[in-house]
């Protein structure tokens, strides 16, 4: 079966890099940033899959991790990383979105050292996020096992809300979610794309190394925007020329006639939603 059959049976779907350049740019990055926000200047190690998977050796302190991390994402995100996860991953926006897309402006780092506590609880990210958006799941080192997302199709998440309507217990609902979904195994180069409204989490990463992934959400400029408004969320990333026309002439006649009326019932604001 192929990614397209996929992704329209289950909602999701395990695709490879048709450009592997842009990863290993993020990756690269990621890994300098790191040293610089996790005080590990002084680490040599030069191969960024064993950096990132003995990532716990270096004794960092549960207390600290969030808030580097956190400080991490906001060095990370002056760097275009969907831009780059865009050129990685083209082929699959394009075809499921078009050309008129918008990009998440905020990329999310995950760090699941082994056996730390913290975990995602199954969940979904739609309606509160747009159920028009795809999320993109991203590995930057190898994960299996324990060290990866679990995700349900839409079928079984159907079936796992069904168990909160008829107020069976969240802990019912999470073993449902947990034991059914598909624990994913992906390699570096790899990524699993899905739409927002699927349930997914994580438990308690079990294995012998650090799990790192980035998270990035795309969506059609045009779309609905759930209950975040997207000017606020996402950037643009490319407009189709047929989008660009239409924007030039909206502005070219709102600035022909800029009473408060036709300020109203003109789509003139276009150009300030595809700024």
């Known amino acids: 079966m192929g990614w397209k059959a996929d992704f329209s049976k289950r909602g999701y779907a395990v695709v ?3 450009n592997m350049e842009p990863l290993n740019e993020i990756r690269r990055i990621l890994c300098e940033k790191a040293k610089l926000c996790f005080n590990l200047l002084d680490v040599k190690e030069s191969d960024p899959e064993k950096f990132l998977n003995d990532f716990h050796k270096y004794d960092i302190p549960d207390a600290s991790l969030n808030a580097m991390k956190l400080k991490l994402i906001e060095v990370c995100n002056q760097q275009n990383f969907g831009k780059l996860l ?4 083209s082929v699959y926006i394009d075809a499921l979105l078009g050309p008129d897309l918008l990009f998440q402006k905020n990329a999310n780092i995950i760090l699941f050292p082994p056996n730390y506590p913290h975990y995602s609880e199954p969940h979904r990210d739609a309606p509160q996020n747009s159920s028009f958006e795809l999320v ?3 590995p930057l080192n190898r994960c299996y096992g324990t060290k990866t997302l679990y995700i349900l199709d839409i079928e079984q998440t159907k079936d796992s809300f069904s168990l909160l309507s008829r ?14 979904g598909e624990y994913l195994k992906a390699e ?4 699993c794309f899905f739409w927002p409204g699927l349930a997914h989490g994580s438990g ?10 980035l998270n990035m959400r795309f969506k059609n400029a045009y779309s609905p925007d759930g209950g975040k408004d997207s000017l606020q969320f996402f950037d643009v990333l490319h407009l189709s020329p047929v989008t660009r026309f239409g924007i030039e002439l909206e502005k070219e006649l ?5 009473s408060v009326e036709n ?3 003109s789509p003139a604001t276009c150009e300030e939603v595809f700024r």
Request: aromatic fraction near 20%; proline fraction near 2%; hydrophobic fraction near 35%.
């Open 16 to 18: 490879s890099a048709v």
């Open 86 to 89: 865009y050129e990685a991953f």
């Open 136 to 138: 993109f799941w991203v």
């Open 167 to 180: 107020e069976e217990s969240f802990e019912q609902f999470e073993s449902f979610c947990s034991t059914q």
């Open 188 to 191: 570096f180069g790899e990524a």
């Open 204 to 213: 308690v990463n079990l294995e012998t190394e650090t799990r790192w992934t």
């Open 254 to 258: 709102h600035l022909k006639s800029p």
């Open 263 to 265: 300020v109203k019932e």
